[in-house]
């Protein structure tokens, strides 16, 4: 069975401030993780996935196999930051795409 | 704008009726996912289809069917409608089954009284 757990349904951060959006999932075997995000009157839409290891909008995510997460970071963040952060989970099956309950990130001046 | 439309927007219904939602998926993108998402939740898979055939599925009982068509169309048709299905429905598409970005509509929002 696959499972996505978001602990924190809201986190508030001041401007400048480090934020971390933590997601932790099980699976047996190798999940494909990502981080999706919906801004405020917009469409859900990819953040980044954890096989490009990139940074996307200051923000990235290690996959840590140990701890079966996948924690989102952002040294500094920003207002536009401010939104709805879903971790989700993609098995071997590629046909089934399991989501978290959501953080939502409030980033205040 | 990725492309993928739905309609409508929104809709009430009563309970025991059916209701046909329909999404367009971006051109050329075969596999097409629906999703409930309740209030405060995340999204819940429940099934996808790839050139018009379902193959996956999530918990959800025979009453939620879909249908998937040639012009990148598709529809998700609920039956016996319950107060527990009042969610916004989400579709979302994208290439072929390796293609990993899913794009995803605005959404749906039924709710059943």
């Known amino acids: 069975a696959q499972r996505v757990t978001q602990p924190e349904k809201l986190l508030s951060v001041f401007k400048g401030a480090p934020v971390e959006l933590k997601c932790n999932y099980s699976?047996?075997?190798?999940?494909?993780l990502f981080w999706y995000v919906q801004y405020s009157r917009q469409r859900l839409q990819l953040l980044l996935r954890h096989i490009s290891r990139e940074s996307i909008k200051g923000f990235t995510a290690d996959l840590n196999k140990g701890e079966t997460s996948f924690h989102l970071k952002k040294p500094f963040a920003q207002e536009e930051d401010s939104a709805m952060y879903y971790c989700?989970?993609?098995?071997?099956?590629?046909?089934?795409?399991?989501f978290g309950g959501g953080t939502r990130v409030l980033v205040k001046p | 704008e990725t492309g993928v439309t739905q309609s409508p927007t929104h809709l009430i219904k009563t309970r025991g009726q059916q209701v046909t939602l329909r999404c367009s998926s971006q051109s050329g993108h075969n596999t097409v996912s629906w999703y409930q998402q309740a209030l405060g939740q995340g999204p819940q898979f429940i099934f996808q289809?790839?050139?018009?055939?379902?193959?996956g599925r999530g918990n959800f009982p025979p009453r939620f069917s879909g249908l998937q068509f040639p012009n990148y169309s598709s529809e998700l048709n609920v039956n016996a409608l319950e107060l527990d299905d009042s969610a916004l429905y989400l579709c979302?598409?994208?290439?072929?089954?390796?293609?990993?970005?899913?794009?995803f509509g605005p959404g749906t929002r039924l709710t059943v009284t």
């Open positions: 289809y790839y050139r018009e055939e379902e193959n």
């Open positions: 699976y047996s075997g190798s999940p494909e």
């Open positions: 989700a989970l993609r098995g071997a099956a590629g046909n089934k795409l399991t």
């Open positions: 979302a598409s994208r290439q072929d089954q390796g293609g990993y970005e899913q794009y």
